[in-house]
């Protein structure tokens, strides 16, 4: 009789917090252990909510993903980093990267950052100012190359348009 009480506990507990977000099966269970449950309450709450369809991993990874990608701007190095803390496998990772980068991907998510990061002024001749917007831009998760890459470019095309007036 106890053991139900238990169960239906973690069963409010799980209920407030996925109505809060949603929660990968690894990182509710933590959470549960940190009040206190047991390992077999655990699991038979995990169950009982992965089988209510409340708890999927691959819906989670994907829907934190594209929130990451497209809303916060990161690259996929962090977006890997963040969902393989919250205990996801690096499948379901490498998946829900594919289905965000659908939308938008990793270039052009970059090229929109460095425009919004260098509409106040010009970049094409202050080093430290390039250094500066790569040192950020290598904080949300883009590789060094791709960022090169794109600066060059968007000084390209910045310079085609002075040209032309």
């Given at each position: 009789m106890e053991e139900r009480s238990e169960f239906n506990k973690a069963k409010k507990v799980c209920w407030?917090?996925?109505a809060l977000r949603d929660h990968g099966e690894r990182e509710l269970a933590g959470k549960l252990k940190n009040k206190g449950f047991e390992i077999?309450?655990?699991?038979?709450?995990?169950?009982?909510?992965?089988?209510l369809g409340y708890l999927n991993d691959q819906v989670f990874a994907s829907n934190q993903a594209r929130r990451l990608a497209t809303g916060k701007g990161y690259g996929n190095r962090k977006i890997?980093?963040?969902?393989?803390?919250?205990?996801?496998?690096?499948?379901?990772?490498?998946?829900?990267?594919?289905?965000?980068?659908?939308?938008?991907?990793?270039?052009?998510?970059?090229?929109?950052?460095?425009?919004?990061?260098t509409t106040s002024g010009d970049i094409?001749?202050?080093?430290?100012?390039?250094?500066?917007?790569?040192?950020n831009l290598m904080g949300k998760g883009f590789p060094l190359g791709l960022i090169f890459e794109m600066i060059n470019r968007s000084e390209e095309?910045?310079?085609?348009?002075?040209?032309?007036k």
């Open positions: 407030r917090l996925l077999e309450i655990i699991a038979e709450a995990i169950d009982y909510f992965r089988e890997v980093s963040f969902l393989l803390e919250k205990g996801l496998s690096e499948a379901v990772v490498a998946e829900a990267i594919i289905t965000a980068r659908q939308e938008c991907s990793e270039a052009q998510a970059l090229i929109s950052l460095i425009r919004k990061k094409r001749n202050n080093l430290k100012s390039k250094q500066r917007l790569a040192r095309e910045d310079g085609h348009d002075d040209d032309s």
